[in-house]
C-alpha cells in the first residue's frame, strides 16, 4: 500500500505486482490477548498489538485500502490461513546467551557487560 501511495518513492512497484500471497496474514485480525498479556500493559506496544485485533477500527481501513487498491490493479491474491487455533502463546525467557562479536554489535540492549543477553521466546 505504501508503493500504491507513494510512487516517488517506490517507482513502478505497485504497478509491476502481479500477484500477492499471503502465508497465515491476519488481515481480519487475530486473538492478542496472549501478546497482550506476554508485553504487559506498561508496554509502548500495546496500541500496535491492540490495532490487530478482530474489529480494530486501524485493521479495517487498512483492509478497505487494500482492496480499493488491488481491485483496480488485476492483482492475483492468493491466502493460506490455519485452520485451527494454534496453541496459547507461553513466556519462556533464557537469561543468558552469549554473543558474538557481530551479534553484540547488532544487537540492542543487552545485561551485564553487554556480551550476553536475554531472549524472550
Partial sequence: MKAKENPK???PLFSSTRAIIFLGTPHRGFP????????????SRNALVKSL???S??????????INYSAGANM?????????QSLKLKKVFH?????????????RGGTG????V???M
Fill in 95 to 107: 537469561p543468558s546467551i552469549p554473543l558474538s562479536d557481530g551479534a553484540e554489535r547488532s544487537c
Fill in 9 to 11: 518513492n517506490y517507482g
Fill in 76 to 84: 492475483k491474491i492468493v491466502s493460506f490461513k490455519e485452520g485451527a
Fill in 118 to 120: 536475554g531472549i524472550l
Fill in 113 to 116: 557487560s553487554g556480551r550476553e
Fill in 32 to 43: 492478542v490477548d496472549d501478546i497482550l498479556a506476554m508485553i504487559g500493559e506498561e508496554s
Fill in 53 to 55: 485485533k478482530s474489529g
Fill in 57 to 66: 477500527p486501524e485493521l479495517a481501513a487498512g483492509l478497505a485500502r487494500f
